[in-house]
């Protein structure tokens, strides 16, 4: 069974810093998604990473997916209060299903 | 497009109501799902649809919850009865498979049971 582990589970941070999020999964998978999800709010979607060493940067947010360490990470740079929301890892099941796993969420506060 | 339109956004109901929620996805998507989201055990995936067609209800949590989706523009999600612990809000989000199976989300139905 396809298990998604993200860390930290909350992050508190000072603007202009950078931090890393991290995102593990445990089986086989080339398709992995971020979102973002402001309190009270649905998800959008940030980043969709479809194969090993895929990278995606928009704005201060940067992700890359490492398929053979079963990894992917969200690097955010100089971090500015607006950065402040819940991001969640998402890992396609695989095996024709297109269903997507998430991961338990990394709760981001950017502090002024 | 408008995006994935859920309905109602709120719903108050009473223990023992039978509730039920609506779903549009986005037109020319032939996947949708059906996820609950608590503080407790995060975002679960309930069912999901391909081409109209429920193809996993594992996440369903008991024979109280039941999902439809008659068409390709219109799904429900129906709990009878309904109890305090449905308490949660649940999304629908549609997707179009074989392309990068990109999940849209809708808004989201905020639902207590009292």
């Known amino acids: 069974e396809l298990k998604v582990e993200q860390n930290p589970l909350f992050l508190s941070m000072q603007e202009g810093k950078n931090y890393t999020i991290y995102c593990n999964y445990s089986?086989?998978?080339?398709?992995l998604y971020w979102y973002r999800q402001d309190p009270g709010k649905s998800l959008e979607s940030l980043f969709v990473?479809?194969?090993?060493?895929a990278v995606k940067q928009e704005g201060r947010l940067m992700a890359s997916l490492d398929t053979k360490a079963r990894l992917s990470t969200l690097h955010i740079t100089a971090a500015v209060h607006d950065l402040s929301a819940t991001y969640f890892c998402a890992v396609d099941a695989g095996s024709g299903t297109y269903k997507y796993i998430f991961g338990t969420g990394t709760r981001l506060k950017v502090l002024a | 497009d408008a995006g994935v339109i859920q309905s109602p956004r709120h719903e108050v109901t009473e223990m023992g109501q039978e509730v039920t929620l609506r779903c549009k996805p986005i037109?020319?998507?032939?996947?949708l799902f059906w996820y609950r989201q608590t503080m407790m055990r995060g975002l679960e995936l309930l069912i999901y649809?391909?081409?109209?067609?429920?193809?996993?209800d594992s996440g369903m949590p008991e024979d109280r919850f039941s999902a439809k989706m008659p068409n390709a523009s219109f799904s429900t999600l129906k709990i009878q009865p309904s109890e305090p612990r449905d308490s949660a809000v649940y999304f629908c989000a549609s997707s179009l498979l074989l392309a990068k199976n990109i999940q849209y989300f809708g808004a989201g139905t905020r639902l207590s049971v009292l």
């Open positions: 990473l479809l194969s090993n060493g």
């Open positions: 089986t086989t998978s080339d398709r």
């Open positions: 649809f391909n081409n109209n067609v429920p193809i996993d």
């Open positions: 037109s020319g998507h032939n996947s």
